[in-house]
């Protein structure tokens, strides 16, 4: 995977380098088992389990790592495309991150166990596309992220523990249209609604900690709920 993403750092053309990381995004879209599916008692398979573990985790390192170098940088890989559609992440590092242009496909992923940190990455002109997304355990961490532009679409199911906390909307349109809040903890505690717009008109179920203001606040400018959730 680090040979891979050197040939992508190496590309004379754009074209080239976006089809090294269209072939790192095509490994973790392989058919993988998570922890809580594995046979219990077989020693074998979950060997194989944690090799497979570290690889996909060592994928989103390299390319949380392309992300966070700046745009000028000659290996920054920021403005390309990620395809993670239908992907099964237990615990993965993208914290820090850019993702500016481009397209950035979770549509479908599962997030099912140990940490995904987007712990401080930036959203900023690029297209996120979370619909349909499941998170189903562990812990999805967006605390200091910054939305600042471009399009987010949260049209997922959580029932996990998933962090908002002091988490910027600054601009561009955030969707959580769709998106069922069924279990555990959704927090946007602190979370800061400074510009654009926030819907979550269609989203279904409890209302996220932190979200809904108290009697008599005022509603930030940009952020709409469901009538269900209004106070």
Same mark, same amino acid.
């Given at each position: 995977?680090?040979?891979?993403?050197?040939?992508?750092?190496?590309?004379?053309?754009?074209?080239?380098?976006?089809? #090294?990381?269209?072939v790192?995004?095509?490994?973790?879209?392989?058919?993988?088992?998570a922890?809580?599916?594995?046979?219990?008692?077989?020693?074998?398979?979950?060997h194989?389990?944690?090799?497979?573990?570290? %690889?996909?985790?060592?994928?989103?390192?390299?390319?949380?790592?392309h992300?966070?170098?700046?745009? !000028?940088?000659?290996?920054?890989?920021?403005?390309?495309?990620?395809?993670?559609?239908?992907?099964?992440?237990?615990?993965?590092d993208?914290? /820090?991150?850019?993702?500016?242009?481009?397209?950035?496909?979770?549509? /479908?992923?599962?997030f099912?166990?140990?940490? %995904?940190?987007?712990?401080?990455?930036?959203?900023?002109?690029?297209?996120?596309?979370?619909?349909?997304?499941?998170?189903?355990?562990? +812990?999805?961490?967006?605390?200091?992220?910054?939305?600042? /532009?471009?399009?987010?679409? *949260?049209?997922s199911?959580?029932?996990?523990? *998933?962090?908002?906390?002091?988490?910027?909307?600054?601009?561009?349109?955030?969707?959580f #249209? /769709?998106?069922?809040?069924?279990?555990?903890?959704?927090?946007? +505690?602190?979370? !800061? *609604?400074?510009?654009?717009? %926030?819907?979550?008109?269609?989203?279904?179920?409890?209302?996220?900690?932190?979200?809904?203001?108290?009697?008599?606040?005022?509603?930030?400018?940009?952020?709409?709920?469901?009538?269900?959730?209004?106070?």
């Open positions: 995977m680090h040979a891979l993403a050197g040939l992508a750092d190496d590309a004379p053309t754009r074209d080239l380098r976006q089809t #090294c990381i269209d790192l995004c095509a490994y973790l879209r392989l058919p993988y088992t922890e809580a599916d594995l046979p219990e008692g077989d020693a074998a398979a979950w194989v389990y944690l090799a497979l573990r570290e %690889v996909r985790h060592t994928v989103a390192r390299l390319i949380r790592d992300l966070r170098l700046a745009p !000028e940088h000659p290996h920054s890989w920021q403005g390309h495309d990620f395809d993670l559609t239908n992907v099964t992440f237990d615990g993965g993208f914290s /820090g991150a850019v993702f500016s242009g481009g397209m950035i496909g979770f549509t /479908g992923a599962t099912s166990g140990g940490t %995904v940190d987007f712990t401080a990455a930036s959203f900023s002109g690029s297209t996120v596309d979370f619909t349909a997304a499941s998170f189903s355990g562990g +812990t999805v961490s967006f605390t200091q992220a910054g939305f600042c /532009g471009g399009t987010v679409d *949260f049209g199911r959580s029932s996990g523990q *998933f962090t908002i906390d002091r988490t910027r909307f600054s601009g561009g349109t955030i969707f #249209c /769709g998106a069922e809040f069924s279990e555990g903890t959704v927090d946007f +505690t602190r979370a !800061e *609604f400074s510009g654009g717009t %926030v819907d979550f008109r269609q989203a279904t179920g409890t209302a996220p900690l932190g979200l809904v203001p108290s009697t008599g606040s005022a509603r930030p400018t940009g952020l709409l709920l469901p009538s269900a959730w209004s106070a």
